[in-house]
């Protein structure tokens, strides 16, 4: 059984590469950088959510300029993606624990730390949980770790690599180390962007395009749909 699963993950890797190409969100190379990125994407849209970046970025073009202006500045910039005061809030109280922590605003030195280490400071930060503190390891980091979105999530369970342990379907900080664990380090990277791509397109919440999706052959949804016809 387990060399099976680890052919059919495989399997799927490859076909979701062939299709997206890894294609990386957006996302950004320095650690401080993608966790603004993050916090500016909460509820809101992708261009939404690029354009507040934007926006914060040509307005404190430095980190030190940042961690100098005040929350309702800050919430002044932001105020278009939404939820300003609260992103605002964070993103202030979030630069003076790394100011504690390093003497300076920025998350290079988490470069040298070990995975655990390092993610258990990103966890330490404001509203910071597994998912986005594994985004900053992923992308900006370079470590192999599997952040669980929304569409991570819901694909997974529809492939029945995971099963939810809350009553509400969503994944619980044990579900989504129980699910990194599943896949392996080579393919993290790779099936997390493009399970996003996919379920943008593809496997939505609600009425997802089954008969059309790339990987259908796949997933025991389909297969089950295809015996009670």
């Known amino acids: ?3 099976q699963y680890a052919r059919r993950l495989a399997d799927i890797a490859g076909v979701l590469r062939s299709r997206y190409h890894d294609f990386d969100h ?5 650690p401080l950088d993608e966790l603004l990125f993050i916090i500016c994407s909460t509820r809101t849209t992708e261009r939404g959510y690029r354009n507040t970046f934007q926006a914060l970025r040509a307005r404190y073009r430095t980190n030190a300029s940042l961690t100098r202006a005040s929350i309702d500045e800050v919430a002044a910039v932001l105020q278009p993606g939404g939820l300003s005061r609260k992103k605002a809030t964070q993103i202030h109280d979030s630069l003076r624990a790394i100011c504690n922590q390093f003497g300076e605003p920025s998350l290079s030195r988490l470069r040298d730390w070990p995975d655990e280490r390092c993610e258990q400071f990103l966890l330490s930060l404001p509203g910071v949980g597994k998912k986005v503190a594994r985004c900053v390891m ?3 980091l370079g470590r192999a770790v599997f952040p669980v979105d929304e569409h991570c999530w819901r694909i997974s369970r529809r492939l029945g690599w995971i099963r939810q342990t809350r009553r509400n379907r969503s994944g619980s900080p044990r ?6 664990a599943r896949i392996s380090p080579d393919y993290r990277y790779s099936l ?6 996919l379920g943008r397109e593809f496997c939505t919440p609600l009425n997802p395009k089954c008969p059309t999706c790339p990987i259908s052959v796949f997933c025991p949804r389909v297969g089950t749909r295809a015996a009670h016809k």
């Open 1 to 3: 059984m387990a060399v």
């Open 26 to 30: 957006y996302n950004l190379a320095d």
């Open 138 to 140: 992923l992308y900006a």
């Open 175 to 180: 579900d989504e180390d129980r699910l990194q």
């Open 192 to 197: 997390h962007v493009n399970m996003i791509s």
